[in-house]
């Protein structure tokens, strides 16, 4: 079946500028996850939805990153007033449940705030 | 917070030889996942351990659950080149620093 697809694949944005980025988990799978990863380095953990609600959102850098998700199944993650330290990969996963489940992950958008 | 820090940063081996990564957590896990990212790629799953002491075994691959389950290896036996890339555990939602393998032709 389809995996997890995430979209735009690449995303050049102004300073200042808002961002819509879009993750379409794998059909069936609950649990649904954000991270960031800047060049070369970990994965940062932003979000947590299980289901439509997130119980965990306490990896958000800011006030400026929200995120939803609807239906149970796509989400979207909404970088507002865009910094050049947003610049890195967004990587979107899911997983059958909750986070004890291997995730899956998406190709991920690379962000660049010029 | 709970903290996960891998060692080495970075490994470079010679084909053939052998490759180890050490995860540590500040806190005790529920259980342990392994994923692999190649250059260029997303993290992909290899494995999850949850009982104590376990050892898990995929290939030339060897995956170990430390007793106190707050600690976790990897070892990879006679290295190839397509074993290249940053391989990472994860306990709950974080990731460890992950561990950088080069190998020389």
């Known amino acids: 079946g389809a995996g997890v697809s995430q979209s735009p694949s690449n995303k050049v944005t102004e300073k200042g500028k808002d961002v819509e980025l879009r993750c379409d988990p794998i059909?069936?799978?609950?649990?649904l996850y954000w991270y960031r990863q800047s060049l070369g380095q970990g994965l940062e953990f932003l979000i947590y939805?299980?289901?439509?609600?997130?119980?965990?959102k306490s990896g958000l850098p800011s006030d400026r990153f929200s995120a939803e998700r609807t239906g149970g199944s796509v989400s979207t993650l909404t970088i507002q007033r865009t910094q050049q330290e947003d610049s890195a990969v967004y990587l979107c996963?899911?997983?059958?449940?909750?986070?004890?489940?291997?995730?899956?992950f998406g190709p991920g958008t690379r962000l660049t705030v010029t | 917070g709970q903290q996960v820090m891998q060692i080495p940063q970075y490994q470079h081996v010679q084909e053939g030889e052998d490759f180890t990564t050490y995860c540590n957590s500040s806190?005790?896990?529920?259980?342990i996942q392994w994923y692999k990212q190649r250059p260029g790629g997303h993290p992909v799953f290899l494995i999850q351990?949850?009982?104590?002491?376990e050892v898990k075994k995929q290939k030339r691959l060897t995956f170990q659950f430390g007793e106190a389950k707050k600690n976790s290896s990897l070892h990879i036996t006679a290295t190839q080149t397509t074993d290249v890339g940053t391989y990472f555990c994860?306990?709950?939602?974080?990731f460890g620093t992950g561990t950088r393998l080069t190998i020389i032709p």
């Open positions: 996963a899911s997983s059958l449940r909750g986070a004890q489940y291997e995730q899956y």
């Open positions: 059909s069936g799978h609950t649990a």
């Open positions: 939805f299980q289901g439509n609600s997130a119980p965990d």
């Open positions: 806190t005790t896990l529920s259980n």
């Open positions: 351990l949850v009982k104590s002491g």
């Open positions: 994860a306990g709950k939602l974080t």
